[in-house]
Structure formats: C-alpha cells, structure tokens
C-alpha cells in the first residue's frame, strides 16, 4: 500500500530535549515537505527536499532542521524544542512535478511543556 | 509575497444543498491550485487539482472547483452536499521559488464544513 507514514503519532516532551520526528514513503516520491498546522493558520511549510541531498526553507523553518539521506526518508529535527513549537506536524511527498499532488502522514502531535 | 485565503471559517448547509467553500489567491506566475479535506484525526486528503485548461475541474466524491483567473479565485462547490461531506477543507497554491525552481506550497487557513441532516 502506497503510503507516507510519521512517528511518532503523539510525543509530550520538556524545552530543550532535542527529539526526531521520522518520515517515511513507499512511493519512490522525489519531493518530500513538512508542515505545521496550528488553529486559524492552516498548514505552513517548515522544510521541503526535491531530492537526497537538497533541501530549502519553506515558510517557518526556524527552530528546525532535517536532511535527506535516502530518498524514502526525510526527518524533522527539533534541537532545542520551545513550547511556541507545539503543534500538529504532517509530512507530505510528491512526484517531482509542480502538477503532481501531495501525499500526507497521519501526522504527529507534539506538545512541549 | 504568496497568500492563501479562505474568507470562511465555517460554512453550514443542509444536507441536499449546493455547498460552495472559497478560496482565493495571491501569487506571481502561473499558480497551480489544489483542493485538500482533512477528516477529524486523518491527514490530508487530495480532491481536486488545476493545472491548465478547462476553468472547471472535477474531482473526487462529486466536488469541483471553478477557476478564475480575473477574480483570482478557485472556489470548490458541490451540487448536492452529504452529511459525510463535513471536515476541514484547505485550498492550496505551489508556486516555483528560488535558485533550483524549487516548489514551495502555501495554503489557507481552512474552512469548517457542516453538512446538518
């Protein structure tokens, strides 16, 4: 089954203690992105990868990093996790083309206390 | 700068009516527009998508969205709504961004659907 999927589902965690979210499709996809998505906000991109190895900004990338070591995955990194950080994170693939829709997670939600 | 709007954080219809959810757009270069609807607890689920051609696209479980490019606007409708049409509705926008031509997505802030019996 063709699918994108993210753990953990849910994580309480405490400022400061670096964590990993994983992300993972089956797809062969080449573009890879995560979002947040916080009330009246919608989604915002943080991250997103056209391929291993590249990887740009989107809208909100402070305070995260990731990296595309392997085409099938792309994880978020939180060094320093703040409680303005709290949110509900999906990560999201693609063929390689603008007219090529997205694939999302299930998503995780993250608190920090 | 690139925005999304949804003007909408809430529509109600009944069930049987015509529902329309609005979005609009504000980004340089073609645009290419999407449609997602996001179920309590799911991720994000592909409708419907424009590209280029015909201003009206049709997509899944009966929703369409018309495109308009004077009013920059891709509205989704439906003819007739269903209770199970209720869920968070997102429009979407992928514009070509910097040195590679990478793809950056902006999306809105989402419209609550309720479909009442």
């Known amino acids: 089954e063709a699918q994108v999927t993210q753990n953990p589902r849910y994580l309480i965690t405490v400022t400061g203690k670096k964590l990993t979210v994983t992300c993972s499709q089956n797809?062969?996809?080449?573009?890879m992105s995560w979002y947040r998505q916080d009330p009246g906000l919608g989604l915002r991109q943080i991250y997103y990868s056209m391929n291993v190895e590249v990887t740009d900004k989107g809208d909100v990338p402070e305070g995260y990093k990731v990296s595309r070591k392997e085409k099938r995955n792309f994880p978020l990194i939180l060094e320093s996790p703040s409680p303005n950080q709290t949110s509900l994170y999906f990560c999201?693939?693609?063929?390689?083309?603008?007219?090529?829709?997205?694939?999302f997670g299930p998503g995780t939600r993250l608190t920090v206390l | 700068a690139q925005s999304v709007a949804q003007p909408e954080d809430q529509v109600n219809v009944a069930e049987g009516n015509p529902l329309t959810v609005k979005c609009t757009y504000s980004v340089s270069g073609n645009p290419y527009l999407f449609w997602y609807v996001q179920y309590p607890n799911r991720g994000l689920q592909f409708l419907l998508k424009?590209?280029?051609?015909?201003?009206l696209v049709k997509g899944s479980y009966g929703f369409e969205a018309e495109f308009n490019k004077s009013q920059t606007s891709f509205h989704l409708k439906k003819p007739s709504a269903l209770v199970s049409d209720s869920a968070l509705y997102f429009c979407?926008?992928?514009?070509?961004?910097?040195?590679?031509?990478?793809?950056?997505?902006?999306f809105g802030s989402g419209t609550k659907l309720n479909v009442k019996p």
């Open positions: 424009y590209i280029t051609g015909d201003n």
């Open positions: 797809m062969n996809h080449e573009y």
């Open positions: 999201a693939s693609s063929l390689i083309l603008s007219t090529d829709t997205q694939y």
């Open positions: 979407a926008v992928r514009v070509s961004s910097g040195l590679y031509n990478f793809n950056k997505f902006y």
